[in-house]
């Protein structure tokens, strides 16, 4: 019973009329909620702060078995330090979309959030690749094509980690890279949304991690962005069965820890009622 505008979506008028009407005055009002205020916020600290990247990858690789421990050094290439003791991983956490961002057409691209899968972190090093949950443990260790996943599959350095955002879809064996934060030892934490994921298809293509075989017994597969405008959101959800929701992702952010206002989330049901009033005003 949905009817089509423009080639998104759209309930009719005759349901949710006063929820489409609220969230129309919410998303127009010149007032600001909290959620956009930390978007500026977050904006602006990651301009100003510099981070200790050696010390966020050195609590993603110490998961690691059996890797020698090194010495830091004021080089703050990615394996420089090496914690012994295990810590939890970071994740950027995506937070609900309560105000929809004035600049989402333009300035935020989104993902598909497929179903039945488990948010991780996979690491590449010393010749190895292991995959921790979000609480820490290790999920498991085996060989793969990314770059010094295996033996195979070493370049350079054996200690060129690469760390990627997954999500582990356990039914077809398959682990679905929504963000690369390091490859090869080069750190990308602070770099741009819109360019990670560029680097990311562009790395990942020049490997066999796709291709499942004896020594890369699991898939690595880029998941698709969508633009955010009237064409990117229908072509999303005409290809949303397998998907629980929407990622979006603010162009400029960095991959910072934890919660963050410029990642957020819809549930694949909430995704028309809340972004229609954006296409009728545009």
């Given amino acids: 019973d949905c009817r089509r505008m423009e080639g998104f979506p759209v309930l ?92 989402l057409l333009l300035n935020w691209f989104a993902l598909i959030y497929p179903r039945n899968c488990k948010r991780c972190l996979v ?28 033996p195979l599959s070493r370049e350079g350095s054996r200690d060129g980690s690469c760390i990627l955002d997954c999500l582990f879809h356990q039914p077809s064996g398959t682990y679905f890279v929504l963000d690369l934060m390091c490859w090869k030892g080069h750190l990308y934490y602070d770099c741009s ?47 949303t069965e397998e998907g629980e929701g929407l990622l979006f992702y603010c162009k400029e952010g960095h991959y910072s820890l934890g919660p963050s206002p410029l990642l957020c989330h819809l549930a694949i049901d909430q995704v028309v009622t809340t972004l229609a009033p954006v296409y009728q005003s545009n």
């Fill in 193 to 239: 949304a819109d360019f990670r994921a560029f680097w990311r298809d562009q790395k990942l293509a020049e490997t066999t991690a796709s291709i499942k075989g004896p020594k890369n017994p699991f898939a690595f597969i880029p998941i698709p962005i969508h633009s955010c405008d009237k064409a990117g959101m229908t072509q999303a959800l005409a290809s």
């Fill in 123 to 150: 690491v590449s090093c010393y010749d190895r690749t292991t995959v921790r949950s979000e609480d820490g443990a290790v999920m498991s260790t085996f060989t793969s094509n990314l770059p010094n996943g295996s």
């Fill in 12 to 103: 009719p008028e005759s349901n949710e009329e006063s929820n489409m009407h609220h969230r129309q005055q919410e998303y127009k009002s010149r007032g600001e909620s909290d959620q956009v205020k930390r978007r500026r916020e977050f904006l602006d600290n990651q301009k100003k702060k510099k981070r200790d990247l050696t010390s966020i990858v050195r609590t993603l690789v110490s998961a690691t078995p059996d890797v020698p421990e090194t010495v830091a050094s004021s080089n703050t290439s990615a394996m420089e330090v090496i914690s012994t003791k295990p810590r939890q991983p970071k994740l950027m956490l995506a937070e609900p979309m309560i105000q929809v961002p004035q600049d």
